[in-house]
């Protein structure tokens, strides 16, 4: 009989790095229920503070999703007031996204996540660093 040592929840990449998504999108969930987010909005929310105007194609580059999953999020995102979606004056194809100064506003009321954040993980400062250059460089080497 076979022994399937491959097919052993332990040796699979996939099992821990979904477990660990999931239990930290459960934690970050009541930080940002107090912001009227979802984590999807949230993502959507940080790149927008960075960038303040990004084509809806840009934006699904920098946080990896399809228009699919995005374009319910920006339509939530429009109704509350937080961004504006227009199509481009150059290219009618290309929908352009800007922050509006409500979705400003939210960026003071969101700066304590990712403090608070921090103290729902029991782990080094040393190690979560090792963790994040890990993680960036799997997504840069087997995501793109």
């Given at each position: 009989?076979?022994?399937?040592?491959?097919?052993?929840?332990?040796?699979?990449l996939?099992?821990?790095?979904?477990?660990?998504?999931?239990?930290?999108?459960?934690?970050?969930?009541?930080?940002?229920?107090?912001?009227?987010?979802?984590?999807?909005?949230?993502?959507?929310?940080?790149?927008?503070?960075?960038?303040?105007?990004?084509?809806?194609?840009?934006l699904?580059?920098?946080?990896?999703?399809?228009?699919?999953?995005?374009?319910?999020?920006?339509?939530?995102?429009?109704?509350?007031?937080?961004?504006?979606?227009?199509?481009?004056?150059?290219?009618?194809?290309?929908?352009?996204?800007?922050?509006?100064?409500?979705?400003?506003?939210?960026?003071?009321?969101?700066?304590?996540?990712?403090?608070?954040?921090?103290?729902?993980?029991?782990?080094?400062?040393d190690?979560?660093?090792t963790?994040?250059?890990?993680?960036?460089?799997?997504?840069?080497?087997?995501?793109?």
């Amino acid at each position: 009989m076979a022994d399937y040592e491959q097919l052993r929840l332990n040796n699979q990449l996939c099992f821990p790095l979904y477990v660990c998504a999931k239990e930290v999108v459960r934690k970050y969930k009541p930080l940002l229920d107090e912001l009227d987010l979802t984590y999807t909005q949230y993502i959507t929310m940080m790149a927008m503070w960075e960038h303040e105007q990004l084509s809806a194609k840009e934006l699904g580059a920098i946080l990896y999703l399809d228009s699919g999953t995005l374009t319910p999020v920006l339509k939530t995102l429009e109704k509350k007031g937080f961004v504006v979606r227009q199509r481009s004056k150059d290219d009618e194809r290309s929908l352009i996204l800007s922050l509006t100064p409500s979705g400003k506003n939210l960026q003071d009321k969101a700066a304590s996540v990712p403090e608070a954040m921090m103290k729902c993980i029991d782990m080094s400062l040393d190690d979560l660093h090792t963790l994040h250059k890990l993680l960036h460089k799997f997504m840069d080497t087997s995501l793109k």
